[in-house]
């Protein structure tokens, strides 16, 4: 399976870094399997850094019995649901280590802040939200959240958009 990541440099060795957001699916390296989604990331990264920054892709690859689970402590969320909403609201407000290798899942970006806000204060119930979300195009994300499922990351190339 090829994966991507959309930063401002180019990744051939990718780590978890320590970040001040607190994200989907805990910390951890983000990947996604639709390229365009991480064409998308790396020119939002490179506009908040403003001109000077530089926009890349970088693709790996793994195996595909890999997410069978066998090897890894593997979350796995086929689609937004309230068990999801939980886990991602838990993870975006809490800097907790959740036990996983990898968490996959829905991607709820930046845009989809406003209906977090909402849930959050108790102003949408969660199927509310769940049915606001389904409404926008929620790409899949596969987070490696332990230097184990890093790993199983094989680099393939990267190339500047």
């Known amino acids: 399976m090829k994966l ?11 780590r978890i870094v320590e970040t001040q957001r607190l994200l989907d699916f805990g910390k951890g390296f983000y990947t ?3 390229r365009e989604q991480a064409e998308r990331w790396a020119i939002i990264k490179q506009k ?5 920054a530089k926009s890349f892709v970088t693709e790996y690859e793994i195996y595909d019995d890999l ?18 909403l ?20 829905p991607g ?3 845009t989809l802040y406003q209906t977090f806000t909402l ?12 049915a606001r979300l389904k409404i926008h195009p929620l790409f899949d ?8 499922a890093l790993d199983y990351l094989k680099y393939i190339r990267s190339y500047e958009l």
Not at 119 to 130: C, H, N, V
């Open 119 to 130: 849930y959050e204060a108790d102003i949408l119930t969660k199927s509310e939200t769940i």
């Open 4 to 14: 991507f990541h959309g930063s401002t440099a180019i990744v051939e060795q990718p």
């Open 86 to 105: 939980d886990f991602v609201v838990h993870n975006r407000n809490e800097d907790v280590d959740h036990g996983y290798d990898i968490v996959i899942g």
């Open 108 to 110: 709820a970006n930046d």
């Open 32 to 34: 996604t399997t639709n």
């Open 48 to 52: 908040r850094l403003g001109e000077t």
């Open 67 to 84: 997410l069978a689970g066998h090897s890894l402590n593997i979350m796995k969320f086929n689609q937004a649901s309230e068990e999801w």
């Open 141 to 148: 994300q596969l987070a490696f959240n332990t230097h184990k």
